[in-house]
């Protein structure tokens, strides 16, 4: 079974500044993949990053990137520069196995606002 | 490009009735998985289905089902409803790729609302 903890139930950052969000996961699987995603107040999810257990580079998509500590089980979430449209919540996922395609196992999610 | 459409955006049912909602992937996406979001559970996997038919299941009562059309439409029924089904329910899109590959990202539609009174 996987299990993925996002111990920070809010966070507040200001406008232009950087801030991560704590992602940790379980999982005796050796293959896995790790998203996150960002929920506005509409509801729907929206992809941001993707990091796969085998890649040994972090992964990194314009103003996010993807603090991936393998040996510790975490996979944080770096917002360079917040703007105000991140504020949102975000949510830490993962797929783990070969034949999991559409199951993904997600956190608790994070509420993150961008104060000006 | 399309995104992935939900239908309806919200409804409204009482307890004992059932709901059907519907899902229209990604042109050339063939895979559509379902998850229930509460306050209070999160995030839960119902499904998912690939060519018309269930590849992997939840840990829903069999209240809850599902089914996919060859055009990869998907709907999702949830049959004598209770208080406790008020949800938004996310339905997912992917082209069904090497699973564990970035190329195979879940594409989110903006989710059904339903409440049930």
């Known amino acids: 079974a996987q299990k993925i903890t996002q111990t920070q139930p809010g966070m507040f950052v200001q406008e232009k500044e950087a801030v991560t969000l704590d992602c940790t996961y379980d999982?005796?699987?050796?293959?896995?993949?790790l998203f996150w995603y960002k929920q506005p107040s509409s509801g729907e999810m929206i992809f941001l990053i993707y990091?796969?257990?085998?890649?040994?580079q972090n992964a990194t998509e314009g103003r996010y990137s993807l603090n991936f500590q393998k040996a510790r089980k975490s996979a944080n979430l770096v917002i360079s520069a917040s703007q105000l449209g991140d504020s949102a919540m975000y949510f830490c996922a993962m797929r783990a196995g070969g034949t999991s395609y559409g199951k993904l196992t997600f956190g608790q999610g994070t509420i993150l606002t961008v104060h000006p | 490009k399309a995104g992935v459409t939900q239908t309806p955006r919200y409804l409204i049912k009482t307890r004992g009735q059932q709901v059907t909602l519907s899902c229209s992937p990604i042109?050339?996406?063939?895979?559509v998985s379902w998850y229930q979001q509460t306050p209070g559970q999160g995030l839960q996997f119902l499904f998912e289905?690939?060519?018309?038919?269930?590849?992997n299941k939840g840990n829903f009562p069999g209240r809850f089902s599902g089914r996919q059309f060859s055009n990869s439409r998907s709907e999702m029924n949830v049959s004598t409803l209770e208080l406790g089904d008020s949800a938004l329910y996310l339905c997912?899109?992917?082209?069904?790729?090497?699973?564990?590959?970035?190329?195979?990202?879940?594409?989110f539609g903006a989710g059904s609302r339903l409440t049930v009174l």
């Open positions: 990091q796969g257990s085998y890649d040994e």
């Open positions: 999982t005796s699987d050796q293959s896995y993949g």
């Open positions: 289905y690939f060519s018309e038919t269930q590849r």
């Open positions: 042109s050339g996406h063939r895979s």
């Open positions: 997912a899109s992917s082209p069904r790729g090497p699973a564990l590959s970035g190329a195979n990202v879940l594409t």
